[in-house]
Nanobody, 115 residues
Framework: QVQLVESGGGLVQPGGSLRLSCAAS????????LGWYRQAPGKQRELVAG???????SYVDFAKGRFTISRDNPENTVYLQMNSLKPEDTAVYYC?????????WGQGTQVTVSS
């Protein structure tokens, strides 16, 4: 079973940038969908961005123009580039993947946007 491990979170000032990575323990070429979700304290987990196996991307409104999702199938990694970060982006960010059989989730990485 494939495991997903996120990294790249941390503390950043408002207006700053972070690049999150999600490394899979196996091939992601069979994942027809990969996405990033986030969960802020006291709130439900929400979708941030997704990418298909064909490279088609989708973003929720708050991510459009600031965040970019990408995938590197040979490296079995999916990325989330986050620019112009705001305090309301503070959350645990989770990687999610789907293949024909299962859903996979990472353990999350904390992103804190604060001055």
């Amino acid at each position: 079973q494939v495991q997903l491990v996120e990294s790249g979170g941390g503390l950043v000032q408002p207006g700053g940038s972070l690049r999150l990575s999600c490394a899979a323990s196996g091939s992601i070429s069979t994942f027809y969908y990969l996405g990033w979700y986030r969960q802020a304290p006291g709130k439900q987990r929400e979708l941030v961005a997704g990418i298909s196996n064909g490279g088609v991307t989708s973003y929720v409104d708050f991510a459009k123009g600031r965040f970019t999702i990408s995938r590197d199938n040979p490296e079995n990694t999916v990325y989330l580039q986050m620019n112009s970060l705001k305090p309301e982006d503070t959350a645990v960010y989770y990687c999610h993947g789907k293949d024909a059989s299962l859903d996979y989730w990472g353990q999350g990485t904390q992103v804190t946007v604060s001055s």
